[in-house]
T-cell receptor
């Protein structure tokens, strides 16, 4: 299995809703990442997990809350988002101790209304 | 700090060659190259480490000039399937490898028949 699977593919949520994005990989990668990508822009790093521990938070607002329950799974919990948070949210994974190339999921397209 | 990519866009006819450049004002540990097609995940192409090297992947190759902190991606005899947005990603010296990948603004490559 050489894929990173993200669900859901599309999500529309209101500003008062709570929702979660899910990311799963079975490649044995112990580094996992959340990126945010706006249209026609590059991916921007949000969070890095290494061996299931949060190692980098790029000053992301607290309305985004990451979680890594095990080595295969990464979640992003969303609460009280703003319309400007609408974007493609990409999950990626890689081996650690590299550098190694990242494997990206196809993303969740989030619209905040 | 975001690397600088050039050109912003390239239009080719099938069979023509192209070069995409990526430069940084900071000392780099590694340079990654990814291709993203519209509505899809970024796909890893190759990674180059400091020390200066050149790598190849079919008709796509890349080099890393450590003195100039610049990497170039070479696409030869382009095919229709090469169309997409190419991103370089850089990791700086002094940062944990594989943990903080910063992407350039991207180069949109279009290959026409």
């Amino acid at each position: 299995d050489t894929e990173v699977t993200q669900t859901p593919k599309h999500l529309v949520m209101g500003m008062t809703n709570k929702k979660s994005l899910k990311c799963e990989q079975h490649m044995g990668h112990r580094a996992m990442y959340w990126y945010k990508q706006k249209a026609k822009k590059p991916p921007e790093l949000m969070f890095v997990y290494s061996y299931e521990k949060l190692s980098i938070n790029e000053s992301v607002p607290s309305r985004f809350s990451p979680e890594c329950p095990n080595s295969s799974l990464l979640n992003l919990h969303l609460h009280a988002l703003q319309p400007e948070d609408s974007a493609l949210y990409l999950c990626a994974s890689s081996q650690v101790g590299g550098p190694w190339g990242y494997t990206f999921g196809s993303g969740t397209r989030l619209t905040v209304v | 700090q975001q690397p600088v990519q050039s050109p912003q866009a390239v239009i080719l006819r099938e069979g023509e060659d192209a070069v995409i450049n990526c430069s940084s004002s900071k000392a780099l540990y590694s340079v990654h190259w990814y291709r993203q097609k519209h509505g899809e995940a970024p796909v890893f192409l190759m990674i180059l480490l400091k020390g200066g090297e050149q790598k190849g992947h079919d008709k796509i190759s890349a080099s890393f000039n450590e003195k100039k902190q610049q990497s170039s991606l070479y696409l030869t005899a382009s095919q229709l399937s090469y169309s997409g947005t190419y991103f370089c990603g850089t990791e700086r010296v002094g940062e944990t490898s594989g943990s903080r990948l910063t992407f350039g603004e991207g180069t949109q490559l279009t290959v026409n028949p």
